[in-house]
């Protein structure tokens, strides 16, 4: 079991900057891939970034890529998402998830991760 707790969601206007954290407790030893979802009112979670833990390399989608950044305190077990030049579609509640198949590369997709925490809230105005 691996428990994720998120945290830095808040409500901002459009052009300003965010930092997610994402705390991993439990089985932290076995974590693949830690990714970041959203989920919009209405809308189906969607993949926003993800990190492969062994070796850092990181994913982003087509619509964050350049605005958001992916990171991650091993000593910590923390992953963090930097977020600037948030626009109001980046309006949605934030989910850290987890990864633990060995070499998974599905990383766009929400049925790979088998932990999520609560979901912290971003709110982007005009």
């Known amino acids: 079991q691996v428990q994720l707790v998120e945290s830095g969601g808040g409500l901002v206007q459009a052009g300003d900057s965010l930092r997610l954290a994402c705390v991993a407790s439990?089985?932290?030893?076995?974590?693949?891939?830690v990714g970041w979802f959203r989920q919009a009112p209405g809308k189906a979670r969607e993949f926003a970034a993800a990190v492969t833990w062994s070796t850092s390399t990181t994913y982003y989608a087509d619509s964050v890529k350049g605005r958001f950044t992916i990171s991650g305190d091993k000593a910590k077990n923390t992953v963090y998402l930097q977020m600037n030049s948030l626009r109001p579609e980046d309006t949605a509640r934030y989910y850290c998830?987890?990864?633990?198949?060995?070499?998974?590369?599905?990383?766009?997709?929400?049925?790979?991760?088998?932990?999520w925490g609560q979901g912290t809230q971003v709110t982007v105005s005009s």
């Open positions: 439990g089985r932290t030893l076995s974590i693949w891939r």
């Open positions: 998830e987890v990864d633990h198949t060995l070499g998974s590369s599905t990383y766009r997709d929400v049925r790979s991760y088998e932990y």
